[in-house]
């Protein structure tokens, strides 16, 4: 099993950038999953981000198709969201998602807040 872990959230200006990244504890590859990034703002639901597919495709949600790249390190078995000119509206809470078959797995999430 997985249990992944985000980091590299913090408090940021608008116009900044920040790079999360998204690993197994025990240091499993995520080569074979599909790793998506998700943000849960309070109030809100949870939505897509981006996501990676095991064969190296990406896809993004709207907002983030311009300013939010995903990317895979096999050798570090890392997943990054590589996010650059935030916006306040980019405040929430970001989480890693792993998939493969019937399998899901959630990581705890990472706190990204972008005020002046």
């Known amino acids: 099993q997985l249990h992944l872990v985000e980091s590299g959230g913090g408090l940021v200006q608008p116009g900044g950038s920040l790079r999360l990244s998204c690993a197994d504890s025990?240091?499993?590859?995520?080569?074979?999953?599909?790793v998506k990034w998700y943000r849960q703002s309070p109030g809100e639901q949870r939505e897509l981000v981006a996501g990676?597919?095991?064969?190296?495709?990406?896809d993004y949600a709207h907002f983030a198709r311009d300013r939010f790249t995903i990317s895979r390190d096999p050798a570090k078995k890392t997943v990054y969201l590589q996010m650059d000119n935030l916006k306040p509206e980019d405040t929430a809470t970001y989480y890693c998602?792993?998939?493969?078959?019937?399998?899901?797995?959630w990581g705890q999430g990472t706190q990204v807040t972008v005020s002046p």
């Open positions: 998602n792993a998939g493969l078959g019937g399998f899901t797995c």
């Open positions: 025990k240091a499993t590859s995520l080569s074979f999953y599909t």
């Open positions: 990676s597919g095991s064969g190296g495709s990406t």
